[in-house]
């Protein structure tokens, strides 16, 4: 009788064992899994990490004759730049611009194509050259002002272009912003097409409104001011 006992009990050690077996092999198949997920975050991150630093990079063109390839867009080039530090008055705004750099962007990206011709409806495979503007703004004032930035630029043969529409750079002037009292916001750009051998060029910012449509000065129109390269 004791012989038909130990069998089973043989049995079910057995099952249990292999049981066990497979929970283990189950447990490092799933260890493996989240391994190999892990690195492919990591590669993510650092493939995000790179594309930034690229963009960074581009801000960063310092030295005439400098070159970036960024594999997304193209190869930029700066072709000439000047620190400008000119200030704009308008009513409660006052307008700094820091400074200009001529960028060409050649062997571009069927990507970066398309984003200048749905953003700024320039259509063409040779290279494009614009002026990139840095600037910041302050409110000067106690209350709030609404703003739009720069609204259109006048090039040397007089070729006046619509700043809203032209959206080289994929992220313009800010948009009707709301500026609040004793405030600046830094770090605006705008970005317009031009020559390479660009001397000049002329801007005109958008109005300031007051949000008060009683009040004294409630618009203030836009005023004109040239950038000389020079």
Same mark, same amino acid.
């Given at each position: ?23 283990? /092999? ?18 993510? /991150? ?119 529409? /032209? ?26 097409? /031009? ?36």
């Amino acid at each position: 009788m004791k012989k038909f006992l130990v069998m089973p009990i043989l049995a079910a050690m057995l099952l249990a064992a292999c049981g066990t077996k497979q929970e283990v /092999v189950k447990e490092e198949d799933n260890s493996q899994e989240e391994v190999d997920q892990g690195s492919s975050t990591s590669e993510d /991150v650092s493939e995000e990490v790179s594309d930034n630093e690229n963009k960074e990079e581009k801000q960063k063109l310092t030295k005439i004759g400098e070159m970036i390839d960024d594999p997304e867009e193209g190869t930029f080039t700066l072709e000439n730049m000047k620190q400008v530090n000119q200030d704009i008055v308008q009513g409660g705004i006052t307008i700094h611009i820091d400074e200009v750099k001529v960028i060409t962007v050649s062997n571009m990206t069927s990507d970066y194509k398309e984003m200048l011709e749905q953003n700024a409806g320039i259509t063409q495979d040779s290279p494009v050259t614009y002026l990139q503007v840095h600037y910041s703004f302050e409110n000067t004032l106690d209350e709030p002002l609404d703003w739009s930035g720069f609204k259109t630029a006048i090039k040397e043969d007089g070729e006046q272009i619509d700043l809203d529409s /032209v959206d080289i750079l994929g992220r313009q002037n800010p948009s009707q912003i709301e500026i609040q009292g004793k405030a600046t916001v830094k770090d605006n750009l705008i970005g317009i097409p /031009v020559d390479k051998d660009i001397k000049s060029i002329r801007l005109v910012s958008d109005d300031v409104l007051k949000q008060d449509n009683d009040s004294e000065d409630f618009i203030v129109h836009g005023k004109e001011t040239t950038i000389n390269l020079d």
